[in-house]
């Protein structure tokens, strides 16, 4: 990088590109450590989610076997009748820049199940709804996973912008800063020596001019 020439408007404007950059890097500091906190909140979401998914499935299961016991093929053909819907809405948030998902099951859960309830058990009934928990608690385990995948790659994006400015813009300015400021100090004292001598050598010549002899 080609070295400015030191003056005093290009000293300016590298302390106000220091000003600027520690501003920056500040800034860059403070968005990172709040999306790390961000992070790890939902680290700790998406954990807990898992195990309610985990423990939900299991009971989900654990009814549709009794159902199938309780009543044969007839649960077979009772879960079919169930429709089936994939459809979901995303939408978007945005926290400190970086734009998380938002996911929404388009699939609304009636107030009973779709089936007949004649020759049906409770313990069908409590398998469909138990599923439809678990379908709420997948979409909502996706928008989590998804905004953690984001948010650490926001943060890895802003450590490295907040590096770049700690370790090479800023010492590369406070560099620049000292160099010019350097040369204008070196120019000032070769100035105020060489004013010194014209100042010393008019005295001279007027001190002799003082001294000669009128004719």
Excluded: H
Aim: hydrophobic share 40%.
């Amino acid at each position: 990088m080609p070295q400015t020439a030191p003056t005093k408007s290009n000293l300016n404007a590298a302390k106000r590109s220091r000003t600027l950059a520690s501003t920056g890097y500040e800034l860059m500091d403070r968005k990172r450590n709040i999306l790390i906190r961000e992070l790890m909140s939902l680290i700790d979401d998406a954990k807990a989610l898992q195990e309610r998914i985990d423990a939900t499935f299991a009971e989900a299961y654990a009814s549709m076997r009794m159902a199938e016991i309780s009543m044969g093929g007839g649960a077979r053909l009772a879960a079919d009748s169930v429709p089936i819907d994939n459809g979901f809405s995303l939408r978007s948030k945005s926290v400190m820049g970086v734009e998380l998902p938002y996911v929404t099951d388009k699939y609304t859960i009636p107030d009973g199940p779709p089936y007949g309830l004649a020759f049906t058990s409770s313990e069908l009934d409590d398998a469909y709804f138990k599923f439809q928990e678990v379908r709420e608690l997948i979409c909502e385990l996706a928008q989590t996973e998804n905004s953690i995948y984001r948010l650490a790659y926001a943060i890895k994006k802003a450590q490295k912008r907040a590096n770049a400015l700690k370790n090479i813009v800023i010492p590369g300015l406070d560099s620049e800063i000292f160099r010019i400021s350097d040369a204008l100090e070196e120019k000032e004292r070769e100035e105020f020596v060489r004013l010194k001598v014209v100042k010393a050598r008019n005295t001279s010549v007027k001190g002799e001019r003082q001294d000669a002899p009128d004719e």
